[in-house]
């Protein structure tokens, strides 16, 4: 991602976060016993398969390719590190050695929440074994997981890993503590002598932040859920930028606009805003623990010192997102001279074709077509396109969770061979997480082009 403080720091929970429960950051239950948390050894001996695979009772697939020397495994509240591939058939979900430069992705050990989470699977592994888990598509619609649209009945999920690392909470709190203790002051010392190289005098926050202000700005400062709209260009220690939205270089001319105090930026953007007003110009001297810290990201090299200079273009109070997504569809409707229909939670539709027989209803499984738009009409899913490289029809049980809350409260407007428009707003979409990588952003209104093929009786 080319806009730099967008990036909210990244734990490696984000390689799963599309399907299932090992993607999850939250607290782990520390309630939950080791021997609890742990395979039955009966159940890990499973049936082995024409393909070398054994399965577990919960439906997890499994191989260990390669034994390692270690003796400890897991446990829940554990923290392990892996490398680790996920994919289903040949389209690539993760990949941890190309996002963390052939490092492995560390993150905590919770409990499985459903029948053939991969996390058993982790747990029945120990330093140095590498395997390959798998389990359905099927596993995880049961289980609730929203699914992407192009995932089929049949498929399977793969996961190839290997595991590096196994650590308890205490052990990895310690060390992560001893490590950023040094680390900032290696920091410390390197600022210090650059202040003194290039005679700056900056301000030192209690957090470490150092900044300047060449320009103090009007009226009051920044404050914690407050939308500012900034322009920026960050560089390292030697003057080298990595990206700017002022500098046409990086391909993205136009304000950087962002929630503060919310952890969507790093750390010491989300401290250093708020000591800023409208109209200010500041430097930020960020030491690493409150910039990407440890974790490499490309062109930003672990551990890494970074300079921003900013300007607060603009500050407004915190919008409710639902009246915001409103005035779009409407001011879009009226320019497109579209007459929708809208609910009580927000969604609009047109219907195109009317069908023929009952509406759909909840637990039916649903066959359809579809395409989706941005507002600003670039399609960003669809599979009637071949560009996207699933032209089949598209199956999913309705009200079941497994779309976004748009459809499943949409399509039970549909009758068999009805077409329609249904125009989402984000919070029945994707909200502020976004999805596809970026093709669909933060708070996002959705445009989808939909056609019931099939309903189950």
């Not at 395997?131 to 089929?152: C, E, H, T, Y």
């Not at 939308?227 to 920026?232: C, F, G, Q």
Request: net charge positive.
């Amino acid at each position: 991602m080319k806009r730099i403080p967008k990036i909210a720091l990244l734990s490696g929970m984000l390689l799963l976060a599309f399907c299932c429960s090992v993607t999850s950051v939250k607290a782990q239950d520390k309630k939950t016993s080791a021997k609890k948390a742990a395979p039955k050894e009966s159940a890990a001996k499973g049936k082995q398969k024409p393909d070398g695979f054994k399965k577990l009772n919960s439906g997890l697939e499994y191989k260990i390719v390669k034994h390692g020397e270690g003796a400890r495994k897991p446990v829940v509240s554990d923290h392990i590190e892996m490398h680790i591939h996920v994919h289903v058939g040949d389209s690539v979900m993760f990949d941890s050695r190309k996002m963390y430069n052939n490092k492995p992705v560390p993150f905590p050990i919770s409990a499985p929440k459903f029948k053939g989470d991969p996390i058993e699977g982790f747990m029945m592994m120990v330093v140095g074994d590498s395997a390959i888990f798998r389990l359905p598509v099927d596993s995880m619609k049961k289980a609730g997981n929203q699914l992407l649209p192009w995932m089929k009945e049949g498929m399977k999920v793969e996961y190839d890993v290997v595991l590096v690392s196994v650590k308890s909470e205490a052990e990895d709190k310690k060390d992560q503590e001893e490590k950023a203790s040094i680390q900032i002051a290696i920091d410390e010392k390197i600022l210090q002598e650059y202040f003194t190289k290039n005679g700056i005098k900056p301000i030192k926050t209690a957090s470490g932040l150092y900044y300047t202000i060449s320009s103090q700005g009007e009226g009051e400062s920044v404050k914690a859920g407050q939308k500012v709209s900034v322009n920026y260009t960050g560089k390292f220690l030697d003057g080298k930028p990595f990206d700017s939205n002022t500098d046409s270089n990086f391909h993205h001319m136009m304000p950087f606009d962002l929630e503060v105090g919310k952890g969507r930026v790093i750390k010491g953007w989300d401290e250093g805003l708020q000591l800023l007003k409208k109209g200010s110009k500041a430097t930020f001297y960020i030491p690493s623990n409150l910039a990407y810290g440890a974790q490499e990201r490309n062109p930003i090299p672990a551990n890494a010192i970074l300079v921003f200079d900013v300007e607060i273009l603009d500050v407004q109070n915190p919008a409710d997102q639902g009246a915001v997504d409103d005035k779009l569809l409407q001011d879009y409707f009226a320019k497109n001279n579209i007459h929708a229909t809208k609910t009580p939670s927000g969604l609009s539709y047109v219907i195109t074709q009317k069908g023929l027989g009952p509406t759909a209803k909840p637990g039916k499984k649903v066959t359809m077509n579809y395409t989706g738009k941005t507002m600003d009409g670039k399609v960003f899913d669809s599979n009637t396109d071949s560009k996207f490289n699933h032209v089949a029809p598209f199956t999913f049980v309705l009200g079941q969770g497994q779309v976004i809350k748009g459809w499943d409260e949409g399509v039970q407007l549909l009758q068999l061979g009805s077409k329609a428009t249904f125009y989402i707003p984000s919070g029945l979409a994707y909200g502020e997480q976004g999805a596809g990588g970026g093709a669909i952003p933060a708070n996002a209104v959705l445009i989808f082009d939909v056609e019931v093929l099939g309903i189950d009786k």
